[in-house]
């Protein structure tokens, strides 16, 4: 469902945008300070896992290129279904007594939705829930997965239709420039989902309440203040209801920018770890990465909608009859609409990533400075590493990582140490 509602997607979770640079190790083995080898104690670190518990996790994640790969082509096999066996035209002649264009389109497009959600359940049921507990990553019961499901699935119904409308709007309006509007319209969903979903999207999936009163939060709440961030509460959510995975997120902007930390990370970490990441996400408001997020998604959309519309007009031209898709305003031309952008996002998924593992490394760099515990970060990069490979190739994490890997985060760590050894507890 991610690649097929990649539009809807990126205006839902633009909140928690983030982004950061690959960590060139390469050179900073030569700057080991006093007796403190950074290269050996990342060894250090990277050792303490099992053989075992590295096989896996790597099993894990490596399948997830894969899934990336399948999951695209998935996609394609279900746009030719809708545009080949006849379905999109069917669709469309169902809506065709209805008076006025823009509640035909409406209607067309929440069916395709619909359906494609129905086509796609066989490789989300098996990827976000038999998978993930075939791995141990899941504490989620059927029934509990499927709600959460049918949540998402209210939400896309909702939100792509409304997305969608308006953009076979904007192209009855504007003809041969729709690509801009229509990239001008989803970057205002994505505006306006990263300011509503803190406070009105997260809560349909996890409770949220404040952290109890005590040591801990008068920390957080003091890191804060020393950061210049005007938080006046931290909440925590949670996220074992899902899985034992730990995280914490900054999230939406203006008056509803808020820091969450799951229950998670209060069971399975230190206060010095929990300080640690909290560094982390404020490294994120800090530096205005929603913000910057934002921007580099608008830049993004726009180029991914102009070649979506060159390669739309090219299949059309050559294929149209064959298609049932007169040209760009027809709406029985949407799944092949989806289908590029699907395609487009999967050949892009190295500059995304890498545009959130920028955000990623600098938020990092900050919450070492911020948080000052170098070895509880270390620890914390060994708990990531349950479900993402500690220790890729440099192109491997260039292409898939949207974080930077556990041995780049460490191996940062040790030289945020080693330049510290005489003040750094
Ligand atoms: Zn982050």
Not at 27 to 53: G, I
Not at 283 to 312: D, P, Q, R, S, W
Request: glycine share 6%.
């Amino acid at each position: 469902m991610k690649r097929i509602c990649f539009l809807i997607l990126v205006a839902c979770t633009i909140a928690t945008l983030n982004v950061h640079a690959q960590v060139s190790i390469s050179d900073t083995a030569k700057t080991t300070t006093q007796a403190f080898d950074v290269n050996a104690a990342t060894e250090h670190w990277l050792n303490t896992l099992t053989p075992a518990q590295r096989a896996k996790s790597d099993a894990y994640f490596e399948g997830g290129y894969w899934l990336l790969l399948w999951s695209t082509l998935y996609a394609i096999l279900i746009g030719g279904i809708f545009l080949l066996t006849g379905l999109s035209r069917g669709i469309k002649n169902l809506v065709s007594g209805i008076s006025y264009t823009f509640l035909q389109n409406l209607i067309y497009i929440f069916i395709y939705l619909l359906l494609a959600y129905i086509f796609l359940f066989p490789l989300n049921v098996y990827q976000d829930f038999f998978r993930e507990h075939q791995y141990a990553l899941s504490n989620m019961t059927f029934t509990a997965w499927l709600k959460d499901q049918m949540i998402g699935l209210g939400l896309l119904l909702v939100f792509g239709s409304l997305i969608f409308t308006l953009v076979y709007w904007a192209i009855s309006k504007t003809g041969k420039s729709w690509w801009l509007w229509g990239a001008g319209i989803v970057i205002a969903f994505a505006a306006f989902g990263a300011f509503i979903a803190p406070v009105y999207l997260s809560p349909l999936f996890n409770d949220y309440k404040p952290l109890a009163e005590g040591k801990l939060k008068s920390e957080i709440l003091s890191m804060a203040r020393a950061n210049s961030i005007p938080a006046k509460n931290v909440y925590q959510f949670d996220a074992s209801k899902q899985s034992d995975r730990v995280s914490a997120n900054v999230s939406g902007f203006a008056s509803t920018t808020r820091i969450s930390l799951n229950d998670n990370l209060l069971k399975r970490c230190t206060p010095a770890e929990i300080k640690a990441v909290m560094g982390h996400e404020m490294g994120h408001y800090v530096m205005n990465h929603v913000y910057k997020g934002l921007f580099e998604t608008a830049v993004f959309l726009v180029i991914l909608f102009a070649l979506v519309n060159i390669f739309f007009q090219i299949i059309v031209n050559r294929y149209g009859n064959r298609l049932g898709i007169t040209g760009i305003a027809d709406i029985r031309g949407l799944p092949l609409l989806v289908v590029l952008f699907t395609v487009a996002s999967f050949i892009f998924t190295p500059l995304t990533n890498t545009m959130v593992r920028t955000q990623e490394t600098e938020a990092d760099m900050f919450g070492l400075n911020a948080a000052r515990e170098p070895d509880a970060e270390a620890h914390v990069d060994i708990l990531l590493s349950e479900y993402r490979k500690i220790d890729p190739g440099y192109w491997e994490e260039i292409i898939f990582y949207d974080h930077p890997s556990g041995r780049n985060r460490m191996h940062m760590a040790m030289q945020w140490k080693a330049e510290h050894l005489n003040d750094c507890k």
